[in-house]
């Protein structure tokens, strides 16, 4: 039976003490225990910065690739194995800003993938630039005057495009994320998870104390209605003095591979190649 210590890889942990994507970590182990799959039938993707170095701190499947550039990946690996549990572990900058484009035609298309994104509101990795998702008047070394900008409304333009799984976790409940990663993981198309994630080093705002006095869990008693999408709306713009966390929509819809009929056909990883010849296709490049 496979343990969090099984998932613990060799390479040292680069974050800060007191990161939030400890818990984001933490959190994923344990959702990856409890799903009871081998470490080989589970893919871990992601592009660059803090949050894109957690598949390096976990022993299973990992490709790591470009700013941005998860989200194909991650759909393509699904589409050749669809065995495969396929998970991406993006950042705010890395999903919204760089990969801003694919990740609005992956909400579309919906493969059957989770999506986690470390949502600390700042660029960490390239030292405190302001992301997609900061709050307007945040003052940092590159926004002196604090940001102007609107932020991006990740969880409403999800909803919008018609995402099947919205929630939000927060990096400090470890038990309550590592539920939502199951749920996500469970739901078959596109689930997104956006984690309130501290930067205890460029954001000074959004701290662990910051956010305990706001986060609030939205579906402990059970009364509300996830599969409304006006409510889901409503509760994913609420944000200052409280902010939810929990799966705020969830509708299950036709994944990408069976709106495209992949269920009736062979895995591109099982088709035999023996006898493939390649020789023609070869020529066109050489």
């Not at 984001?24 to 799903?35: E, F, G, R, S, T």
């Not at 550039?69 to 705010?92: S, W």
């Not at 890395?94 to 801003?100: F, K, L």
């Not at 739901?187 to 460029?202: A, E, K, M, N, Y």
């Amino acid at each position: 039976m496979l343990e969090a210590k099984d998932l613990k890889s060799n390479d040292e942990i680069a974050w800060c003490p007191g990161c939030g994507n400890f818990g984001i970590l933490n959190a994923l182990k344990q959702a990856m225990v409890q799903l009871g799959r081998e470490p080989k039938d589970i893919l871990l993707v992601s592009g660059i910065g803090q949050a894109a170095k957690l598949p390096h701190y976990i022993k299973c499947n990992c490709f790591n690739g470009l700013h941005g550039r998860a989200l194909p990946v991650a759909t393509a690996a699904k589409l050749a194995n669809r065995q495969l549990t396929v998970l991406v572990t993006t950042g705010d900058g890395d999903c919204y800003g760089e990969g801003g484009n694919h990740f609005i035609h992956a909400v579309r298309r919906n493969p059957d993938i989770t999506v986690i994104v470390h949502d600390n509101q700042i660029y960490g990795l390239t030292k405190g630039q302001a992301s997609p998702t900061t709050d307007p008047g945040f003052v940092t070394k590159f926004q002196p005057s604090g940001v102007v900008l609107e932020p991006l409304h990740s969880l409403q333009m999800a909803i919008v495009l018609g995402a099947g799984f919205v929630a939000r976790g927060y990096s400090t409940e470890k038990d309550h994320l590592s539920w939502l990663i199951l749920e996500g993981i469970k739901h078959r198309g596109f689930s997104l998870i956006d984690v309130l994630q501290p930067c205890v080093t460029f954001n000074r705002k959004n701290t662990h104390e910051w956010y305990a006095e706001r986060v609030y869990k939205v579906n402990d008693d059970g009364s509300y209605p996830s599969g409304d999408k006006a409510a889901a709306l409503h509760k994913a713009a609420e944000w200052g003095d409280r902010i939810p966390i929990g799966i705020l929509y969830q509708m299950q819809k036709k994944s990408y591979e069976e709106n495209i009929g992949l269920y009736d056909r062979i895995p591109l990883v099982e088709e035999p190649i023996e006898n493939t010849d390649i020789s023609g296709i070869l020529k066109e490049f050489i």
